[in-house]
């Protein structure tokens, strides 16, 4: 269609609109522009959301003499020495259709753990820093949202808004501080949202540690996978590639045919071809937890398969597989482990565990 053509169609709807010829036609100018839909979803993204208020904002040199940066340092600790600005709330009891939420920890590594039996498997270590609740969202809060509209959940569902690693309030923009003005805590690094049920609400400005779980017990792990960036279908996919000699130039990584012919005469939608690889979100379900540090708030849990790079942040939560659910007999800290109430010990480790500070070897008394 040419523009001389698009122009004219553009006139016509304008006399349309103007003479009243038509109820449905809007008083504005009409779309013309073609749209295309894509093949597949796109799952991910490489720039933030627009939508998105910026963190930190940017800095300029100010000058402050050294007396002015310890005068300013001593208000900020004064104002948020204190997390809860007002008592906790009335803690509720746990049943077996109960949700808490999860904690934020950062991946510090992989390290090796041995069974009693003998048996070595490898362990990731996760540290959960500086945790503390932000916002309590109420169910009828929530419903509004379109992020319960979009999961349809149950309606009985409320959200715990939870962050880690407190930031200087002065390197963070103002629309950013204003979520923490409630909670009255420092900024917070990384902030998410848990679905809970509201037996487990927990007030704004309670803090969060390890011993928010056991060993023993099974998590769910959300995070999200290493940025591999553009790569061939050889390391995407795992392909074989070409031979090497037999006639093969410079087609020895390249993937072959990708359809056309027969009863397809085209490339199928999902085929596997080169393209960006990673940076994907992955729920790996099921972990087990076996050893907590609670001094450090350190958490080794099974395999070395947690998505991320070292030093990236991941999401536990309790596993919502049928086989790890909670039983009476044995339910968890609810709604979290009040570290500053309870005494606990420093090291915790799974009953199949061999710890290495145990005496291994006994030595009969001599007569």
């Not at 906790?88 to 992989?110: F, L, Q, Y």
């Not at 930031?167 to 690094?189: A, C, M, N, W, Y």
């Amino acid at each position: 269609m040419s523009a001389g053509q698009i122009n004219v169609i553009t006139q016509l709807f304008k006399k349309l609109i103007v003479n009243g010829v038509t109820d449905t036609l809007s008083r504005q100018t009409p779309c013309v522009t073609q749209v295309r839909n894509m093949s597949r979803v796109k799952r991910r993204r490489t720039v933030p959301p627009f939508w998105l208020s910026k963190t930190t904002r940017t800095l300029y040199p100010e000058n402050t003499t050294p007396e002015n940066e310890a005068f300013v340092s001593d208000v900020i600790a004064s104002q948020y020495s204190s997390p809860l600005r007002s008592d906790p709330w009335e803690r509720g009891h746990w049943t077996e259709k109960s949700h808490r939420c999860g904690v934020i920890a950062r991946k510090i590594g992989v390290y090796p753990m041995w069974k009693k039996d003998g048996t070595r498997l490898l362990t990731t270590l996760l540290q959960v820093s500086d945790n503390h609740v932000i916002k309590y969202i109420p169910p009828e809060e929530l419903a509004n949202t379109y992020f319960r509209q979009k999961l349809n959940r149950n309606p009985n569902t409320a959200g715990l808004v939870v962050g880690a690693d407190s930031l200087d309030p002065r390197q963070v923009t103002k629309e950013f501080h204003s979520l923490f003005s409630e909670s009255g805590i420092l900024p917070k690094k990384k902030v998410t949202k848990f679905l809970i049920t509201p037996d487990a609400k927990l007030s704004p400005g309670t803090p969060l540690y390890a011993s928010h779980f056991r060993p023993g017990d099974y998590v769910d792990i959300y995070g999200v996978t290493i940025d591999r960036g553009f790569q061939g279908v050889m390391k995407r996919w795992g392909f074989h590639g070409m031979p090497k000699t037999h006639g093969v130039t410079k087609s020895h990584r390249h993937g072959g045919n990708t359809g056309g012919g027969g009863e397809k005469a085209r490339v199928w939608p999902g085929t596997k071809m080169p393209g960006h690889m990673g940076r994907n979100r992955r729920v790996h379900k099921g972990v087990k937890i076996w050893r907590i540090n609670t001094h450090y708030n350190v958490i080794w849990v099974h395999g070395p398969a947690i998505p991320g790079l070292t030093g990236s942040y991941v999401y536990l939560y309790d596993s919502h597989l049928p086989m790890h659910k909670r039983s009476p007999d044995n339910p968890p800290p609810f709604p979290t482990f009040f570290q500053d109430e309870e005494d606990i010990e420093d090291e915790l480790y799974d009953e199949n565990l061999h710890v290495f500070s145990d005496k291994s070897i006994g030595f009969a008394e001599t007569k």
